[in-house]
């Protein structure tokens, strides 16, 4: 007998403030409520800051979107 398992692999998103939120899909990140993370109300943050999207072989890319403050990956 053989079995079939699919390893579902998860991505989250960690804030400063000690919050994790979970990402699917495509992910716009930004102060804009067309963004799927939205941080409404912080200035350091653009209306559409960046992207995060899932890569075929498993891993993410970020891009910045033009934000004026860049892009943090640590």
């Known amino acids: 007998m053989s079995v ?3 390893a579902i692999a ?3 998103l960690e804030i400063c403030d ?4 979970p990402l699917h899909g495509v992910c716009g990140i930004g102060r ?3 963004n799927q993370l939205v941080f409404d109300g912080d200035d350091a943050i653009s209306r559409n ?3 995060i999207s899932p890569m075929d072989s498993g891993g993410y ?5 033009g934000s004026s403050n860049g892009t ?3």
Not at 18 to 21: E, Q, S, Y
């Open 4 to 6: 079939f398992m699919e």
């Open 72 to 74: 943090l990956l640590n």
């Open 49 to 51: 800051h960046a992207m």
């Open 61 to 65: 890319w970020l891009l910045d979107m």
């Open 32 to 34: 804009a409520s067309t």
């Open 18 to 21: 000690g919050r994790t939120l």
């Open 10 to 12: 998860e991505a989250w």
